[in-house]
């Protein structure tokens, strides 16, 4: 028998966090849901709100937290390129004060915590595919740092707490992840070039299309994420969490322009500043100590992604329930590549 838990989530009410609490939900737990909705919105947990175990509080993570809870999904953070260079020193704050007020909460109430970290601390990687002992090649004063550090310091902080305070945390390592609920306007690669291809509008690459990614179903990092919840407190991490299939970012923009018959075209522009030409997970550690592999391909998950985003464009014509901002994609700099 599953033991009934509160779970807090910080930043649950954005693309993976409404995901996680979804699936808390479903395994009876109770769960509160925090986020400043910075990037989150309402809008992804909506058909949530009615569930007597499931409780929303609007709170910036960068202040303390007073609450009992037994676990912590601290996913609190903007994690794509347009949202967190949008406030850059926030975002610092974010992942740095953020994990501090998390893993202070942690401490005080002996909750067990899962800190959310990102193949970005792998910067522009040049050892290939990225193992967990790999240190990274970041450039700390880029435009893309308060991120990169931002998550490096969360990881360095995490544990210290370990050692020091003997808190039970852990940390993954999220690789490219997409499904339903994204943003339509974050900046990363596959719900751009979707609601590019739906609204007939150019599909934008930035460089060649040489470089290359690996896409995480949304689902499968979820169940990734349970998994590490559950281990003990031997395992902390870091772990890798991902799908090790690699794509070009040409491929899969011709990959949506098929399956969503668009006739859109492919323009190509400069590649952004510290853009990783590579990005690729070795999930050794995720296969031998959680018993995780992905499982669901790209294809199929994109067949999901892009039925969400045809009835999100579909809801936003005339509908008070979506901005015009979730639809304009010229009005943002997609540097599309980024993830």
């Known amino acids: 028998m599953i033991m009934r838990k509160r779970i807090l989530v910080p930043g649950g009410a954005g693309f993976i966090g409404s995901h996680l609490c979804e699936r808390l939900l479903e395994a009876d737990h109770d769960v509160l849901c925090v986020d400043n909705f910075f990037t989150g919105t309402r809008r992804n947990i909506s058909h949530l709100l009615d569930n007597k175990n499931f409780e929303l509080l609007r709170h910036d993570v960068t202040f303390p937290l007073y609450v009992e809870v037994d676990e912590i999904f601290n996913l609190a953070c903007p994690a794509s390129p347009i ?188 590649l952004p500043s510290d853009d990783p030409k590579q990005r690729q997970p070795d999930i050794s550690k995720a296969t031998e100590e959680l018993s995780w592999r992905p499982t669901i391909a790209l294809r199929d998950g994109l067949i999901k992604t892009i039925e969400y985003f045809t009835d999100l464009l579909m809801l936003g014509k005339g509908s008070p329930h979506l901005s015009q901002d979730d639809l304009v994609i010229d009005r943002v700099a997609t540097k599309v590549n980024d993830f």
């Open 83 to 270: 949202h967190y260079q949008r406030d850059p020193v926030q975002t610092t704050k974010t992942s740095v004060i953020g994990a501090i007020n998390m893993l202070g909460l942690a401490k005080r109430v002996k909750a067990k915590l899962l800190q959310a970290s990102t193949s970005e601390v792998y910067g522009d990687p040049i050892v290939h595919p990225q193992p967990e002992e790999y240190w990274g090649n970041v450039n700390p004063i880029g435009i893309r740092s308060c991120y990169d550090e931002g998550k490096r310091c969360a990881e360095t902080l995490v544990f210290d707490y370990v050692r020091q305070h003997k808190v039970a945390a852990k940390v993954v390592r999220i690789f490219n992840t997409y499904g339903p609920r994204m943003h339509p306007n974050d900046g990363r690669v596959v719900s751009n070039f979707i609601v590019q291809a739906l609204l007939g509008k150019d599909i934008t690459i930035y460089g060649d299309g040489a470089q290359t990614r690996s896409f995480c179903f949304v689902d499968d990092l979820v169940e990734a994420l349970l998994r590490m919840m559950a281990t003990g407190r031997q395992t902390t991490g870091p772990i890798n969490i991902g799908n090790p299939t690699e794509f070009t970012i040409r491929d899969l923009a011709e990959l949506i322009l098929e399956m969503t018959g668009s006739k859109s075209k492919l323009v190509f522009r400069p």
